[in-house]
């Protein structure tokens, strides 16, 4: 029996010598090399005790070691569990808990704090610095260059990813072989990558998008990426014209157009801008467009199902929109309170069907039948209306709804209002308690820099062209929205800070 996940997106490179990372400071890795060393580290594993279906939790920063960790898991059959390297200790002791991971890979600086919960979770340590030492890659030092790819099934598990946990505890999404295959086989063709492209990759590992979108797609392309640590302003510019394609989120895109050497010329190498995790403003597409000429490709993912929906490749990509469902994808718009289908254009909740779904949450059950229907259709807890022309719409997520006087009352109308007034950079719209109307609406501004936004003429802009019950019932400017390390705006954050303000 084969091992799909591994031997279609990395052992079929194995004896490649094409770079498949160039580095930061001019290096590249080839393919074969990058392979000997997974397999070298799946060797390691394996002597460590662990078996096909066991867990491994890594909050390790981004290197190329940290990506062959990755690999390694891939060919021995263990479940890859990347986590977020800014959690904290405890917020750790409930993933390595919840998962039951057997083996917890971290940064030598986290060693001592980890060592007692691993040992207290009967689970082992080992450790991998940025740099590329540490404990894990000392001992596979002295292992084979080639390892027996173990064994696997198209539905048998091959990662974890825990949900933000913005409400209750996170959930463990359970992935397949088959959920990253196949997502990272329809995007290839979408967006026409092929081995010559080169990806400028700026993106975090521990998150689906970094993980198993950048580095999936370049694998089954067979294509090269430039592999950075972190998103710099200075290396991006220096290494752009080395670049064909870019996947960031928004911030990436505005931070690139502040600056003045950003330019037409610059970007002239790229064919394709790739945004996602966060909502795109359109100012920014625009702003884009007019300074490059090129017009960023955006999309719609989440965790539980990587990537569903797209922006044409060829044709038009249109701002405010996440496109159309990917092949083998199936979306609808459904009522909240029947689960039926609504008409086309009316706002309801986003369900997806496809081999791109996840299986169900990691010792969740009753959570998973409340989220993943018997049909195989996701609830994905997003609000969105498909247009007349089969564009879909993302309107916000079902609990960012407010409810007003009975009235429901989508966020996203409004904040593309508040986008649109003179010295607004942003804004963010929650749903604050009301001793009267149950909720009332809050706003949340960020200014242009320089600027200083007319709030009684922005209030005057939301009464000529909303409905009474949308009209914010307070305007308040911040320097900045709370964001999470993906770009996504953290309303449970505001709706915590605000929830006193009108009772």
């Not at 979306?331 to 986003?350: F, H, R, Y």
């Not at 247009?387 to 109308?413: F, T």
Request: charged fraction near 20%; aromatic fraction near 8%; proline fraction near 6%.
């Amino acid at each position: 029996m084969a091992n799909p996940l591994y031997d279609r997106l990395f052992g079929r490179h194995a004896q490649s010598t094409r770079p498949f990372l160039h580095l930061q400071d001019g290096g590249a890795i080839s393919y074969q090399d990058f392979l000997e060393m997974a397999s070298r580290f799946a060797h390691v594993l394996t002597q460590a005790g662990l078996k096909p279906g066991d867990r491994l939790a890594a909050q390790v920063e981004k290197s190329p070691e940290a990506l062959a960790l990755y690999a390694a898991c891939a060919q021995a059959g263990v479940v890859f569990l990347p986590l977020n390297t800014a959690y904290t200790v405890d917020e750790l002791h409930y993933f390595i808990e919840n998962s039951g991971a057997r083996l917890v890979v971290c940064d030598q600086t986290s060693r001592s704090a980890l060592t007692d919960v691993a040992t207290s979770l009967g689970a082992g340590i080992e450790t991998l610095n940025g740099d590329g030492s540490g404990s894990l890659a000392e001992k596979a030092l002295t292992m084979p260059a080639e390892f027996q790819t173990v064994p696997r099934a198209i539905d048998d598990l091959a990662a974890f990813l825990y949900t933000s946990g913005t409400t209750g505890r996170s959930k463990g999404a359970m992935l397949t072989q088959g959920n990253l295959l196949s997502n990272a086989e329809v995007l290839v063709s979408e967006w026409r990558f092929t081995q010559d492209d080169v990806l400028l990759h700026a993106l975090p590992i521990f998150h689906t998008h970094g993980l198993f979108v950048a580095t999936n797609v370049s694998l089954a392309a067979g294509s090269s990426m430039i592999f950075l640590p972190r998103f710099d302003v200075e290396r991006i510019l220096a290494l752009l014209p080395k670049a064909t394609a870019m996947m960031g989120v928004p911030t990436f895109y505005t931070r690139l157009l502040d600056e003045p050497r950003f330019t037409r010329e610059l970007a002239s190498h790229v064919r394709l801008f790739i945004s996602g995790s966060a909502p795109l403003l359109a100012e920014t597409h625009a702003q884009f467009e007019a300074r490059t000429g090129h017009r960023i490709l955006e999309r719609y993912g989440m965790t539980e199902t990587n990537m569903n929906t797209s922006n044409p490749y060829d044709g038009e990509r249109r701002a405010g929109t996440v496109g159309f469902a990917l092949p083998g994808v199936e979306l609808k718009i459904t009522d909240p309170a029947t689960g039926e289908t609504i008409e086309q254009g009316e706002v309801g909740q986003i369900e997806v069907r496809g081999p791109n779904v996840f299986k169900g949450y990691w010792q969740m059950p009753e959570k998973t039948a409340a989220e993943l229907r018997p049909d195989g259709f996701f609830i994905t807890g997003d609000l969105g209306r498909i247009d007349a022309d089969g564009y879909v719409h993302i309107v916000g997520r079902n609990k960012d709804l407010i409810i007003s006087g009975g009235y429901n009352i989508y966020p996203k109308e409004i904040e593309q209002l508040l986008d649109e007034q003179p010295g607004v950079l942003e804004s963010a719209v929650i749903g604050v308690p009301h001793p009267d109307f149950g909720e009332t609406v809050l706003a949340v501004l960020v200014p242009k820099p320089g600027k200083t936004p007319d709030l009684e003429a922005i209030d005057a802009a939301a009464r000529k062209s909303l409905a009474r019950f949308k009209h914010p019932r307070k305007l308040i400017v911040l320097d900045q929205l709370p964001r999470n390390t993906m770009g996504k705006v953290q309303k449970n954050v505001l709706r915590e800070r605000y929830a006193d303000m009108f009772r």
